[in-house]
């Protein structure tokens, strides 16, 4: 009998991984982490549309010099960073649909009377 092959590491704290395992194929990753989730949804962008996300949010460059460097049309570049914005805000959403639920201590949530 062969051993089912998984295409990422398995951890048992992340069983949760196997309900959709096209979004998180690759290394391990905290779905409570802000910062973790956000890094996750800009790699699955494709090559173009993440350069240009990346050099309009992270380097802060107008759309003209994006196109410029890219060598494309001011058009696509918009096009490209709308595709950006919606596949991240999906990703994210999707994300904060299907993780487990947090273990946090009474103290961090408190009970609201």
Known sequence: MTRLRLPWPFVVSQWWRCRHPRLWRGRTFDPHESQQVMSYSVLRLRRETRDVFLLNHIKALDYALIARHLD???ADVQTHLADALFEI??????IERVRPPSKLSKAEHPDVR
Do not use: E, K, P
């Open 72 to 74: 494309l049309s001011i």
């Open 89 to 94: 805000s999906r990703t994210v959403d999707l």
